[in-house]
């Protein structure tokens, strides 16, 4: 088992070696530099600033002096926000991405399945018409478009929320982000519970059950909901991806100081260094999900280990 | 069991609600009589006066920091942490006399010496400070006692006391510097010689600051707190101000600016600014090398009263000279056609098209490179009919992300024709015909005239502003007549102010010090 995992781990470091050099390259392969402006600076200024950054030395040279921060744990400094590390810009920005991703998760399920479950009941009710029109709805419209339209009626015209992140100190500037973040989502899911609690319910086992006189809550908590949890289940993982990329764009509307905001401004701006970071930061993320779960299969299923 | 169901339901919704509106009482904005919301539309580069950059970062500095000399609400020129100050009959030695009650946020005095540190540190190459050039003009400086410091210029320098409202050339404090190293800019860190004090930045989010009670006009500053918060899209400023969050907004969105007119029209403030929208010609390539017919004719043909009225549509005013007007002790010189009617512009760019060689069978083919944006967008597409239609130029728009637009404009390879524009850092011609000189970084078309750089000079070296202001004046018309560039509008200041702020004050620098500024109680 020891050997197993230390064997996967070693695996992992190829592909993060090969993320951060071929991350490294398309950055600065984007054309423009951190520092050009419509105000152009001088030559003997950009001179000034490119040496201060090191971004007149060659390419190879700037990735060895890179690699060798990235050995001492160092992502460097931020080319745009100058006062500021990459690390620290990372700090503060992943925690508060987490923490929205994973309420607008927990929303989804809470109301995706709960929903879905009540229109699978009452198939073909009026009740049933108008949850899978709200999910149709939710489904096609973007985020993009949601956000504000939210904002507008929620903030604007009702001020019951805050329009902004920064409009408000208490926990009501969480709401708006995490539905519609969450939007689509839940309209996913209930539609994925629906068709599959329906599918459940016509099974013979169902029938058996309900056979012996179970009632219908019991019904559905002991019996139907398991099996039908499965597809969804298996969601969760396009799930998290949606709500990682959506994030990006709620970050920006909302004016969010989440790590997709640093993302986008920071590949706008160029500056490297952030990017860069943050590609390292998720790509290290992911592999580690990864390989937690290639190591927890490995102890459920000692076949995967032999292999 | 149904019933009870029923019952259950209902009162899970009557909780759901509950729970909305509790949030609803906590979310709504916040209208304390002490609190300023400002909106800006991106992150300052650094707090740091010689690591910042953009007009965003000079925003916040002005509330942060004082120069010498500083402005009014109005947009005039009075004393900052200097009360007064004397110019040599000469125009060449400058003598400042500090407040004796300039003071640091810690309680220091600010010093004469915090000056001469502060320009110091400015032009040090380990800086790396954007604006290092900045005051190339200055000779030397000297600190003749605690309260007194001598500027020398190289050359008569009118726009010395311009310069030195701009935060490059704030003082510095050495013992702050020394203390926290590069990174002193920072809430809790950083010491400040203006009104108020940094106490928080969230990056992407808001800079809060709050009344530094050491200033030495603290008694004339009415808003306890500021916060600038980062909002990079228009629309959500304009949904932010709507809900009363923000009270003061850095623009107005152009799709909603005839509405925002109509709803809001008391609360906005429209005035011109020192800003020229312009297009570029790649003058080391042809087609516009050595073809001043070429370049006049695309000029001519531009309707600009059309664009400004119908496609850019805030307010802004049609450009004909290359300085806005507004600036200082100059009267710009207008392009020569700048008095006939289009139709009579349409005629003479027509055969100035023939004459540089073009036809109906032989049309230009042109590309017109622009930055991502709807702004942009839809005027390229109006000047690419407006050439069509009247010389039958063949344009091809390309749209490029701003740092890729740079960088081939920099290049100066592939461009032909691109958009571009600048901003006055100082209220004097200079700032605008400076950049046109002969190896100026920011002369992007790359024009490179002996008679206009001959006449530059001779305005720098005059001590006589009226005698330096016709030399100017001639250089201005001497360029124009060589057509490097097409001027396109004169940009607007947009913004929204809210009924509460009092004191604000429109002006051509579209500077805003949140200190001249008051809330009114109760509202």
Known sequence: MLRYTLLRLLGAIPTLLLVIVLAFLMVHAAPGGPFDDERALPADVAANIEAAYHLDEPLAQQLGRYMSGLLRGDLGPSYRYRDYTVAELIATGFPLSLQIGLLAILLALLVGISSGTVAALRQGSMLDRIVMSFAMTGISIPVFVVAPVLVLLLAVKLHWLPAGWSGSPGAAKYVLPVITLALPQIAYIARLTRASMIEVLGQDFIRTARAQGLATKTLIRVHALKPTMLPVLSYLGPAIAAILTGSVVVEEVFGIPGLGQFFVRGALNRDYTLVLGIVIFYATLIITLNLLVDILYGVIDPRVRQR | MLRNMRIRRRLFLVLVLATVSACGGSGGPELSSSVLNRGISSDPESLDAHKARSLQAADVLRDLGEGLVSFTAMGEMTGGTAERWDVSEDGLTYTFHLRPDAKWSNGDAVTAAHFVFGVERLVDPDTAAFYAQFVSEINELEAVDERTLIIRLARPTPYLLSLLTHPATFPMHPGSLSEHGDRFARPGSMLSNGAYILTGWIPGSVITLQRNEHYWNNANTAIDEVRHHVVTQEMTELARYRAGEIDVTGSVPPDSFEQVKKEL???????????????????????????????????????????????????????????????????????????????????????????????????????????????????????????????????????????????????????????????????????????????????????????????????????????????????????????????????????????????????????????????????
């Open chain 2, 265 to 523: 029209g008391d609360q906005l403030h429209v005035a011109p600014y020192l800003n020229l929208y312009y297009y570029g010609y790649n003058l080391s390539k042809p087609p516009f090398k050595d073809s001043p017919e070429l370049r006049q004719a695309l000029s001519m043909a531009i309707d600009r009263e059309l664009l400004v009225e119908k496609v850019s549509g805030r307010g802004e005013t049609p450009a004909y000279s290359w300085v806005p007007p507004g600036i200082n002790n100059y009267e710009p010189t207008v392009l020569s056609y700048a008095g006939l009617t289009q139709d009579k512009r349409n005629q003479i760019a027509q055969s100035l098209y023939k004459e540089a060689g073009y036809s109906a069978d032989k049309p230009l083919i042109l590309e017109l490179r622009y930055n991502t944006s709807d702004t942009h967008r839809r005027l390229a597409l109006a000047i690419q009919s407006m050439w069509r239609d009247v010389l039958g130029v063949e344009v091809t728009l390309i749209n490029e992300e701003f740092q890729v637009l740079l960088a081939n404009i920099q290049a100066r390879e592939v461009t032909q024709v691109f958009r571009s524009s600048w901003v006055g850092d100082y209220n004097d011609a200079h700032t605008f015909l400076s950049i046109l000189q002969s190896g100026n970084a920011a002369n992007v078309p790359g024009y490179s005239s002996e008679k206009y750089d001959a006449l530059m000079q001779s305005a720098a070296e005059q001590i006589d502003l009226d005698r330096r202001r016709l030399y100017l004046e001639e250089a201005e018309r001497e360029m124009l007549a060589d057509h490097p560039a097409i001027p396109i509008y004169f940009y607007v200041s947009k913004h929204l102010v809210s009924p509460r702020v009092e004191g604000w004050g429109d002006n051509v620098l579209d500077y805003h010090y949140s200190q001249h500024l008051s809330l009114k109680a109760g509202e």
